[in-house]
């Protein structure tokens, strides 16, 4: 008799367990969805690109665009003899691209 009580409990945990798991994977797969996707990893500008940033800043004729540290942050430092007559000094946070610092002289 005990054997007989068993087998339909056994079978019920089995049901519960396994619909149980169902409805956890469903909420699983759904979570990622219902959230908004992480943004794009920031990439490392590019020199030109940096240049390009400062130009339009700062127009004039580039003289020097070279890897530098400002604010402890590795940037692209680029030299302008600017339209305005002053001589410009912009810095860009490699990873970020950020404006980091602006001089003009």
Not at 36 to 60: F, N, S, V, W, Y
Request: charged residues 25%; positive net charge.
């Amino acid at each position: 008799m005990k054997l007989r009580a068993v087998l339909p409990t056994a079978a019920l945990l089995t049901i519960v367990s396994f619909s149980g798991g169902v409805a956890a994977a469903e909420s699983q797969s759904a979570a990622p969805a219902a959230q908004p996707a992480p943004a794009a990893a920031a990439q490392d500008i590019t020199k030109e690109q940096a240049i390009e940033m400062a130009l339009k800043a700062h127009p004039g004729k580039v003289t020097k665009a070279y890897e530098d540290t400002k604010k402890g942050k590795k940037t692209w430092e680029v030299k302008i003899d600017g339209a305005d007559g002053k001589k410009w000094e912009v810095y860009y946070e490699i990873k970020t691209g950020q404006l980091i610092a602006e001089e003009g002289k």
